[in-house]
């Protein structure tokens, strides 16, 4: 698996001693490539990173060891609610920054909506099963961010159904 690097300088924390105990699922919103994704979060302060954008590549913006900026902030509208079966930010102040790992999925649109690419997902899946093994992190720990603030994130993995059948895929390597 090979690992393509653009380290930011901006838009990451330290992780004042917390373990890696998730990975957050992201999708990016727009139709944009990996690279560019990395570049564009590593060029100047956004207020928003992730460690790794992946499309048909993985491009890792942030290190590891450092806190990405892909799960904090305040709850989303979606949270308040059950959504598809699911009921949002059930991990809020749980899973944060400072103990996660973000991976945002590269999209297209489908359909009039922004969803991640299948290649996204197919080259997200070994990287997600490698993390799993390095950092210990069992697949119940793989999580959406909307798990984590209610956000609609990632666009068509909300419901249980559609949430089930990409986990499965990229934790265990079955579902889509």
């Keep these: 698996m090979k690992i393509h690097k653009k380290i930011s300088r901006y838009n990451s924390s330290e992780r004042n001693g917390e ?35 992946v499309d048909d590549k993985i ?27 699911n009921k949002g930010a059930t991990l809020h102040y749980i899973c944060t920054n400072r103990n996660s790992i973000g991976i945002e999925l590269c999209c297209e649109k489908s ?3 922004i969803v991640p690419t299948k290649e996204a997902i197919q080259t997200a899946a070994p990287l997600v099963r490698h ?9 119940e720990r793989v999580v959406r961010h909307f798990d984590v603030t209610g956000k609609c994130c990632p666009n068509g993995y909300i419901s249980k159904k559609s949430w089930k059948k990409l986990h499965d895929y990229l934790t265990e390597g079955t579902g889509e």
């Design 59 to 85: 491009w890792q913006c942030i290190k590891v060891s450092k806190a990405a900026w892909h799960c904090g902030g305040g709850l989303q509208d979606y949270g308040r609610a059950s959504v598809g079966g």
């Design 19 to 53: 373990k890696i105990k998730y990975i957050v699922i992201h999708y990016v919103g727009a139709v944009s490539s990996a690279k560019n994704n990395c570049i564009y979060f590593g060029g100047g302060d956004r207020q928003a990173s992730a460690h790794y954008f």
């Design 131 to 139: 993390l799993m093994k390095k950092y210990g992190i069992p697949a």
């Design 111 to 113: 359909g009039g909506e």
